[in-house]
Structures are given as structure tokens and as C-alpha cells.
């Protein structure tokens, strides 16, 4: 197993993570992708989408498009959203060791397709929604996977008759002001911040500590040309090799 990381900041992270108390785990696309889903943000996948539907996931995905083209909305959404799986990754496992030891005190999910199903992690904060939660926007009913999934064409409320809103926060729409005060006070308390790929928003959240507060931040990104002066360490591994090796 070829790792990059250099063996003194895997040893240092690791004593860092063995001292702490309070670790929050911010977790990104890298996440989904190492359990089997996909980066519609990719230049391939951006292209294959757009060759099939005519615009790209970033289009299909806006409030604006959901609104003026339901129907076309729905028929990518229930394929290429609702249609990927995910299972657990030892990545996950490590997440698990951390809550055991009481020392894990938040996990920020932004991907909308949540955690794995087979993966008991508490205190999740679905920052950007998540694919099972979906409601009718007249009657507030709600409506699972399953509805939606198995519904012809749009899916719609049975009792109002209208288009069913999908529980993700679409593009143009703000972070849910209570999941984003949730989300900031973890991270403020935490000393350890493990940021696990990126974030398929665009809109760059910052996560940190108020300055006296000594927090080591840990990024995990494959982008080389990433380069980030608020964190500690920037990680070129994949999350599932690394991060078994830092939380015993
Ligand atoms: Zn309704």
C-alpha cells in the first residue's frame, strides 16, 4: 500500500488525534466517491451528463431549474441522484473507533447523500439536506426514497397533487440557518477538524475556531493545486488508506 503522506505528519496527527477530546468530522464528495458513488462534478462525469441531458448537473440541480423544468429535473434526479449507491469504507470504520472512545463530537455531512446505510454514526449534521427526507410543499407531508424513486415522472404530493420537493438543498438556495449554527458551534469547540474531501457546494464554508483556541485542521484533497494557508496539513492520500493509519 503506497502512501504519500510523510511518516512524522501521519505519527504527529496521530498523537494530535490520541490527545484530543473533541474531533468533528467535515465529510466532503471524496467521501461518497471512495464508497462506490460518483463526482457529478468531474470533467467526465460534467460531460457524459450533459451529453445525455443536454445541461449540466450543476444547472440541473439549481432552484431555478426545478422550477421552470420539473419534469427533466426529476428524470436526472431519480437516475443519477437517487440511483447511486454507496456502502461503507474504512474510512467510515475509523469514524466508528473515534465514537467509540467518546472522542468523536460531530460529524458535518455536505454530501446530501448522507452516510452510508450499514454505518451507525450519531450526532450527523446533514448540512445540505439529504436524498431520504422529501416533503410537499403545500401540506408539509413527507415522502421517502422509495416514493419518489418508484413514482412515474414527477413525483407528487397524493394528497395535494403537486410536485414533490426533494429534501437536498439545491443550487441557489442557502445553507438551513440552524444546520449551519449546529455545524459552526461543533467546529468552534472541536480540536481536531478532519475535512474529508471536498464540498460539492461551491460556496466555500469556512469551519474554524475562534483564534485562541488552538485546533489542528487536517485537509484531505487530491487536488494539487489546492492550496489552503488556514489549515494545518493537507493530505494527498485516500481518506480510506490514511485515515485507519491516524486513529488507532
Ligand atoms: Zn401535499
Known amino acids: 500500500m503506497e502512501i504519500k503522506t510523510d ?13 484530543s477530546h473533541s474531533i468533528v468530522a467535515v465529510l466532503g464528495i471524496e467521501m461518497l466517491v471512495e464508497g462506490g458513488g ?3 462534478d468531474s470533467n467526465d462525469e460534467n460531460y457524459r451528463v450533459e451529453e445525455e441531458y443536454g445541461f449540466c448537473p450543476e444547472d440541473m440541480l439549481s432552484t431555478s431549474f426545478f422550477n421552470a423544468k420539473v419534469e427533466k429535473f426529476y428524470r436526472f434526479y431519480k437516475k443519477e441522484i437517487l440511483g447511486m449507491q454507496q456502502h461503507s469504507t474504512p474510512a467510515y ?14 460529524v458535518i455531512c455536505q454530501n446530501y447523500h448522507g452516510i452510508p446505510q450499514d454505518v451507525i454514526l450519531n ?4 448540512l445540505n439536506g439529504n436524498i431520504n427526507i422529501n416533503q410537499c410543499p403545500h401540506c408539509d407531508k413527507g415522502f421517502d426514497i422509495h416514493y419518489i424513486m ?17 429534501g437536498i438543498r439545491l443550487i441557489g438556495e442557502r445553507v438551513d440557518s440552524e444546520l449551519m449554527t449546529q455545524a459552526a458551534v461543533a467546529c468552534d469547540k472541536a480540536d481536531v477538524l478532519l475535512l474529508l474531501g471536498k464540498n460539492i457546494y461551491h460556496d466555500r464554508l469556512e469551519y474554524s475556531a475562534a483564534p485562541e483556541h488552538k485546533q489542528l485542521k487536517v485537509l484531505f484533497s ?20 490514511l485515515l485507519p493509519l491516524i486513529i488507532d
Do not use: T, Y
Open 7 to 19: 511518516e512524522k505528519i501521519i505519527n504527529f496527527i496521530r498523537k494530535r488525534i490520541s490527545d
Open 38 to 40: 460518483c463526482d457529478l
Open 93 to 106: 470504520d475509523a469514524l466508528m473507533r473515534l465514537q467509540a472512545k467518546g472522542k468523536l463530537s460531530a
Open 123 to 126: 450526532k450527523v449534521i446533514n
Open 150 to 166: 418508484n413514482s412515474k415522472g414527477i413525483p407528487q404530493c397524493d394528497h395535494c397533487k403537486v410536485a414533490i420537493r426533494p
Open 222 to 241: 487530491k487536488n494539487e493545486f489546492e492550496c489552503n494557508d488556514k489549515v494545518d496539513f493537507i493530505i494527498r492520500d485516500d481518506i480510506c488508506k
